[in-house]
DNA sequence: GCTCTAATTTGACATACATCTAAGCCTCTT
DNA sequence: AAGAGGCTTAGATGTATGTCAAATTAGAGC
């Protein structure tokens, strides 16, 4: 690592984004700009065995079933989550690749050291 | 640090969003889900000084003037950046505060250490 | 096979949003 | 003070999106 990756501002604000990538971001980050989207992730996420069924989903909302498996189709579709289906109940992962792509775009890249 | 804090996901998937927080943290992540907005954000982050004219981002796009000026109001009313007028030249500038809230919700709080 | 529950799909609707044109405001220059 | 350039605001319009009700698929158990 040399010196010059050492500054202040996370990797966003290194270079000029290409249009193209822009784009790919954007679409994930739509994804996450939800209230909903947002709480189904924490919950999916730190749920017990990092895995939670829909029916938990759904109860804790005040929304029809419907528009919550809508939301989840939104996260699915970005490749944030993973829905796997066990006899009766779906059960949904996070993937944590993903969500690291957003970390990596805001993170710092180093910590103001001494200033 | 205790070794609690040590683990694999991102503080979003530790524990379950309030309902408050995930509307905060929405409205902050639509102004940045729009691939105009974050190219705009870039590149006024990696711009020499850290700023930009707002004339040097229209002449970048393919869209009007107006258009631009309301991504800008849009970035701005989100607090990720903040405009000042010098003379005949509005400059803007990030806010490295604000786009930290996005890094921490996203970034792994430990690497994958020894796995 | 039939029924019940879990979850998704479809279609409709109201709202939010990205974009443009036209108009207005601020600053510098002449 | 009058004009010109830079930027924003206001209003209009087409598209995207969040939500629901109704219909559909999938599995479990009787």
Redesign the interface.
């Known amino acids: 690592m040399s010196l010059a990756t050492i500054q202040?501002?996370?990797p966003?604000?290194?270079?000029?984004?290409s249009?193209g990538d822009?784009?790919e971001?954007?679409t994930l980050?739509?994804a996450?700009?939800?209230?909903?989207r947002?709480?189904l992730?924490?919950?999916?996420?730190?749920h017990t065995g990092g895995e939670a069924c829909v029916c938990d989903l759904t109860d804790a909302f005040e929304l029809t079933a419907p528009t919550i498996s809508h939301h989840l189709k939104v996260l699915r579709t970005a490749g944030l989550i993973d829905g796997e289906r066990r006899g009766t109940w779906v059960y949904y992962r996070?993937v944590?690749e993903t969500?690291?792509k957003?970390?990596a775009?805001?993170?710092?890249l180093a910590e103001p050291a001494t200033v």
């Open positions: 202040c501002c996370a966003i604000a290194r270079e000029p984004l249009e822009a784009a971001l954007a980050l739509k996450v700009a939800d209230p909903v947002l709480r992730l924490s919950m999916i996420g730190s996070i944590p969500v690291n957003l970390g775009l805001f993170a710092p």
